[in-house]
């Protein structure tokens, strides 16, 4: 079984920098992907980046595309998910989550792991 723990949330300000981290862990089969959601209160989780673990494909919500980079340390089986210029619309509940597939899907439903979250919340 495979474990998912997310760390880097926390409170800053807009403008400001965040890095997020996903330690996968347990037992997982050599391909699939590892995505960002997030979710803010009273709205639907939604799409914020992933990763192909074996290949350096990527993609990334409108939302947060050229503000942010998903990548992954082979070596310390960790994702990561560094956010720049932050905005108060970026508050939410940060999940990672685990599928395997070889392609990336946007669709929180194909995915069937999941860490707990970690809250990040930006001051305006």
């Known amino acids: 079984q495979v474990q998912l723990v997310e760390s880097g949330g926390g409170l800053v300000q807009a403008g400001g920098s965040l890095r997020l981290s996903c330690e996968v862990s347990?037992?997982?089969?050599?391909?699939?992907?590892i995505a960002w959601f997030r979710q803010a209160p009273g709205k639907e989780r939604e799409f914020v980046a992933a990763i192909y673990w074996r290949g350096d494909s990527t993609r990334y919500a409108d939302s947060v595309k050229g503000r942010s980079t998903i990548s992954r340390d082979n070596v310390k089986n960790t994702v990561y998910l560094q956010m720049n210029s932050l905005k108060f619309e970026d508050t939410a509940v940060y999940y990672c989550?685990?599928?395997?597939?070889?392609?990336?899907?946007?669709?929180?439903?194909?995915?069937?792991?999941w860490g707990q979250g970690t809250q990040v919340t930006v001051s305006s």
């Open positions: 989550a685990l599928a395997y597939i070889r392609i990336i899907i946007t669709t929180a439903s194909q995915y069937a792991n």
């Open positions: 347990g037992r997982t089969f050599s391909s699939y992907v």
